[in-house]
């Protein structure tokens, strides 16, 4: 069975640092990995995905992800906080091998003050 | 992207009754996914809705607490039945992306119900 950890609930971060939202993660053979934000009262977003290549993918609002396959880690990154990033962010990850079932983290809530 | 509707945002329903809520999607896909989101928790997958066939519920949830219908290929209904106060959550549809997005889900903005 699939899972995925994160293992902060919050994170704070002052703005203008870097911040980084932790994420592992358990799957049998080639995971794909998501990240996704919530926004108070809105639905998910899609912020990126590792599918194969690069270890290292961008995506959205200046966001990237480092995936690490040994140690199964798929951590969020940012090189400098806003306080519009405040929210709260959910790893995902899906089978390589078929399925469409996406199982999430429990998720960490990024708090980026001024 | 695909665009994702639902109906309604939110409800507040007594204890014993019913809700259905209607999720709309701007183009055609295959695969449809109701989510649940309790309150200050993960999201946990509650069935995948295929248009012509039944739906697939995960473990933890059946149909006739949680009947699903998919009557075509931009439309699906979730409709929780006799809730209780535990039913109170945020329930979300899902689709796969399409081409280039084939394998991120996109979200609707969910429907947050409470009951009382």
């Known amino acids: 069975a699939q899972s995925v950890a994160q293992p902060e609930d919050q994170v704070n971060v002052a703005e203008g640092n870097p911040l980084t939202v932790k994420c592992t993660y358990s799957?049998?053979?080639?995971?794909?990995l998501f990240w996704y934000v919530q926004y108070p009262n809105r639905g998910l977003q899609f912020l990126l995905k590792?599918?194969?290549?690069?270890?290292l993918v961008k995506g959205s609002y200046g966001f990237e992800a480092e995936f690490n396959k040994s140690q199964t880690s798929f951590h969020l990154k940012k090189p400098s906080a806003l306080v519009s990033d405040s929210a709260l962010y959910f790893c995902?990850?899906?089978?390589?091998?078929?399925?469409?079932?996406?199982?999430f983290g429990t998720g960490t809530q990024l708090k980026v003050e001024l | 992207s695909a665009v994702i509707s639902q109906k309604p945002s939110r409800d507040i329903c007594q204890r014993g009754t019913s809700l259905t809520i209607q999720c709309q999607v701007d183009?055609?896909?295959?695969?449809m996914f109701w989510y649940r989101q309790q309150p200050g928790q993960s999201l946990t997958l509650i069935a995948t809705?295929?248009?012509?066939?039944?739906?697939?519920?995960e473990s933890g949830f059946v149909i006739d607490k949680f009947p699903i219908s998919r009557p075509n290929l931009t439309f699906s209904t979730l409709t929780v039945s006799n809730m209780s106060p535990e039913d109170s959550s945020i329930y979300l549809c899902?689709?796969?992306?399409?081409?280039?997005?084939?394998?991120?889900?996109?979200f609707g903005p969910g429907t947050r119900l409470t009951v009382t």
């Open positions: 899902s689709v796969d992306g399409t081409s280039g997005s084939r394998y991120e889900q996109y």
């Open positions: 799957v049998s053979g080639n995971p794909y």
């Open positions: 590792y599918i194969t290549g690069d270890n």
């Open positions: 995902a990850v899906r089978p390589t091998g078929g399925g469409n079932k996406l199982t």
């Open positions: 183009s055609q896909v295959t695969m």
């Open positions: 809705a295929n248009q012509g066939s039944e739906a697939t519920y």
